[in-house]
């Protein structure tokens, strides 16, 4: 019962909550010893998020180790693994994501089965986003590591996951990414597609603003990242495509020529 209370303060953690979150292996441990399964369950289950997923959140993978140590049922680990919290929907894969590459390798070693390894990785939050999306805003290396974790013949799945992906506000997998994000995203999917249009399709993307991600780096004065989206609009068939894109407005009733400042991205735009 009393490790089940949750303090009234910070949004009512529990003790084991906490002790994730601090990193402390040895007391997630003392504190789950000598209760029975179902009340280990259901102490490390309690709470708005498990503890499970706030050890991973956190950074904590011993303290998430010291948990399903600590679990028998495999069904019940599973279960943690799936786990969504209350406030976002982000699974411990996503929050892993937006933490670090350790943090995501591990989630995923946790998972045998490729099809569950899949599940996961597609799972997305109340926002929209997967992990996909999130590691990418985190490190270009978490989100490449995360689609490579799918099969090379299942492009179709890693084709879903970069058109489809979406974060708070809107934003697509490719806003507000830096000139080796863009870079990475536009040429995968082009290899993966073939196809032109599907880029430019993705690239025409706006989030709740109306923002693309050529705007965004027109306002960011990245002439690598432009330079590199426009050079999906070079073919002779591509011009009222661009030209659209060029004249799309945001909310503010700008283009991207209105979003640049700096006289070199003005002269690309």
Partial sequence: EILLQASRFD????????????????????????LD?????????????????????????????????ALDDDSVKQQLIFAVDEAERNTPLIVAAENSLQQVEYVLSLLSDYEQRLKLIKMKNKYGADAFTAGLHKDLAIGRYILNQIKEEDKQSKIEI?????????????????????????????????DRKIVQELIAKSNDEG???????????????????????????????????LSMKNKQNQTAMDCAEDAEVKALV
């Fill in 11 to 34: 949004c009512g953690r529990t003790a084991l909550q906490w002790a994730a979150m601090e990193n402390q292996p040895a007391i997630v441990a003392r504190m789950l010893a000598n």
């Fill in 37 to 69: 399964a179902q009340s280990r369950t259901e102490v490390i289950q309690s709470g708005d998020f498990s503890s499970f997923h706030a050890a991973i959140k956190y950074g904590s993978k011993s303290s998430a180790e010291a948990m399903l140590v």
């Fill in 162 to 194: 970069i058109m489809q992906s979406n974060r708070y506000g809107g934003h697509s997998c490719l806003m507000e990414a830096d000139a080796a994000t863009i870079s990475y995203v536009l040429d995968t999917l082009f290899e993966l597609s073939n």
């Fill in 211 to 245: 923002d693309t991600v050529l705007m965004t780096a027109a306002r960011n004065s990245d002439i690598e990242g432009l330079n590199k989206v426009l050079a999906f609009y070079n073919e002779a068939d591509d011009k009222e495509r661009k030209s659209k894109l």
